[in-house]
């Protein structure tokens, strides 16, 4: 079973600057089904990216997701005040569907 | 407009049961596969359940495997999720979520606003 870590745990940044969050799996996955969620206080999560890199309708181009393996990463490249939230990663088992999520980074001013 | 639209959530005993809904509307129902998802009070996202299309094939974590039973109405277009032998540890806003298709292919691209389920005597 797949288990997926975040880090940092919270990142404390200013709107207008670049957010960088990590997540890493236990065993290396397809990029293919790997996802990000945002979710901000009160509201459901809401799908950023998926495939690893491919932004989700309606997503601003602000966010990039990147990496291979076992190593990915979400970028938000210049912060926004409504990007303040807490972000999952997620990824999505396809010979054993299992859809565990890592543990979130909140990002917060 | 795809539409999510959860119910079922309130107060129950431990050791008690619960059924929960979700109504979908705005897309093909029968075409997607389905999931719930929980977050207990100022924890993470756990995805607790799967249901493939058809309503064939169902998927749960360890974690709740044995207590917990999802199933699907196509011509309602309404998905449930039983759950047995509740606990405190079950306590969290239990959300519905679609698999996407193509080349969202099965990342969770539409949520519903979640209902709360409180276990306490």
């Known amino acids: 079973e797949i288990v997926l870590t975040q880090s940092p745990g919270t990142l404390s940044l200013s709107p207008g600057e670049r957010a960088t969050l990590s997540c890493r799996a236990s065993?290396?996955?397809?990029?293919?089904?790997l996802g990000w969620y945002q979710q901000k206080a009160g509201q459901a999560p809401r799908l950023l990216i998926y495939a690893a890199s491919r932004r989700a309708s309606g997503i601003p181009d602000r966010f990039s997701g990147s990496g291979s393996g076992t190593d990915f990463t979400l970028t938000i490249s210049r912060l926004e005040p409504e990007d303040f939230a807490v972000y999952y990663c997620q990824h999505v088992g396809i010979t054993t569907p299992l859809f565990p999520f890592g543990p979130g980074t909140k990002v917060d001013i | 407009e795809v539409r999510l639209l959860e119910s079922g959530g309130g107060l129950v005993q431990p050791g008690g049961s619960l059924r929960l809904s979700c109504v979908a509307s705005?897309?093909?129902?029968?075409?997607?596969?389905m999931a719930w998802v929980r977050q207990a009070p100022g924890k993470g996202l756990e995805w607790v359940s799967a249901?493939?299309?058809?309503?064939?094939?169902?998927y749960f974590p360890d974690s709740v495997r044995g207590r917990f039973t999802i199933s699907r109405d196509n011509s309602k277009n309404t998905l449930h999720l039983h759950i047995n032998s509740l606990t405190a540890e079950d306590t969290a806003l239990y959300y519905c979520a679609r698999e996407g298709l193509g080349a969202v292919d099965n990342q969770f691209d539409f949520w519903g606003q979640g209902t709360l389920v409180t276990v306490s005597s």
């Open positions: 065993q290396s996955v397809d990029s293919a089904y």
């Open positions: 705005g897309f093909t129902f029968s075409m997607n596969a």
């Open positions: 249901i493939d299309d058809r309503g064939s094939n169902t």
